[in-house]
């Protein structure tokens, strides 16, 4: 988002190049402002840590610049880093220019693809265990309501309950 701002608004005035690039910038904004106000509403143990988060909102901005459907390479927050957008997310693909070819090529590799994959299965994983998680509390929840109320039923009509 920074850097958007950079690339995109007047360094004189703050006005924005384009809406396009303002466009982009707000519906960024409201992502992260909705995805914050969920995870407030988390518990603590089951809200995401800081490289889900990270990611989730840099893949907003990706599908809001249009990035996604593309599969652009752009920067994200620095200039050593580069990443590019496939189906599973983000992937860092910082390149360097070979002085002897004039090709690029991978300039230092974090993870090797089994790794990547590894670590996207995991975070799905964890995404579809959080909301297998949610699902089965809002079921407990609705059999606990549903035998109060049969029991409330039950006591009303032995005539032990109360009538409020």
Known sequence: MEMNEMMHKYANSGEWTGTRAQDVSRLTQIFVEEYNANQERLPPLRRD???IRRNKISLAF????GGMNRGRK????????????????????????SMSTGRSRLAQREETDDEYLARMRATIREE??????ATIEERVEQRV?????EYIAQMRAAGLGSSS
Do not use: H
């Open 49 to 51: 840590n800081d490289e």
């Open 62 to 65: 990706v599908k809001n610049a």
């Open 74 to 97: 752009f920067a994200v927050g620095s200039t050593f880093s580069l990443y590019e957008s496939d189906p599973s997310g983000l992937r860092d693909v910082s390149y360097t220019s």
């Open 128 to 133: 579809v265990r959080r909301e297998l998680e």
């Open 145 to 149: 309501v549903l035998r109060f109320q």
